[in-house]
């Protein structure tokens, strides 16, 4: 029964929007613009699982840390894979901190870790994805 749970959790995760709220997507203007390279992204790692009803399930885990001085309450970033010849082969939306949560404070980090709703294509290179962030509440 703890396996079957397990697996309609993850079939819930994998099958929820992505983006805040009813849809909403932070916004990603010049002042978000100037403030993301105050986000770092340090890789973790990545694992591979399926669930009973034979669906697969990439994990994606890290850190993210707020370098800057301000508090950042909504964080929407893009997992980019990449095949040999460094050509994109996915693009993955996520959210990474969620509005409705604690926000991420100066000097914070903070562990993460996400599921990717799509399988990774055979051209894949088996690398850490490239981390874009798409999207970012300041406060």
Same mark, same amino acid.
């Given at each position: 029964?703890?396996?079957?749970?397990?697996?309609?959790?993850?079939?819930?995760?994998?099958?929820?929007?992505?983006?805040?709220?009813?849809?909403?997507?932070?916004?990603?203007?010049?002042?978000?613009?100037?403030?993301?390279?105050?986000?770092?992204?340090? &890789?973790?790692?990545?694992?591979? &699982?399926?669930?009973?009803?034979?669906?697969?399930?990439?994990?994606?885990?890290?850190?993210?840390?707020?370098?800057?001085?301000?508090?950042?309450?909504?964080?929407?970033?893009?997992?980019?894979?990449?095949?040999?010849?460094?050509?994109?082969?996915?693009?993955?939306?996520?959210?990474?901190?969620?509005?409705?949560?604690?926000?991420?404070?100066?000097?914070? &980090?903070?562990?993460f870790q996400v599921?990717?709703?799509?399988?990774?294509?055979?051209?894949?290179?088996?690398?850490?994805?490239?981390?874009?962030?798409?999207?970012?509440?300041?406060?």
């Amino acid at each position: 029964m703890l396996i079957l749970a397990a697996g309609l959790v993850l079939l819930s995760r994998a099958t929820r929007p992505h983006g805040p709220g009813a849809g909403e997507k932070p916004p990603f203007g010049p002042t978000e613009q100037n403030y993301a390279p105050q986000i770092h992204f340090q &890789s973790g790692e990545m694992s591979q &699982s399926s669930n009973l009803l034979n669906q697969e399930f990439t994990y994606v885990a890290g850190t993210v840390a707020n370098g800057g001085t301000r508090k950042v309450r909504a964080l929407n970033v893009t997992f980019e894979f990449h095949d040999p010849f460094k050509q994109v082969v996915l693009r993955d939306p996520q959210i990474l901190i969620d509005p409705a949560g604690q926000p991420l404070g100066p000097g914070q &980090s903070r562990a993460f870790q996400v599921t990717l709703g799509a399988h990774l294509p055979s051209e894949w290179n088996r690398e850490y994805p490239l981390i874009r962030i798409t999207g970012m509440i300041l406060e």
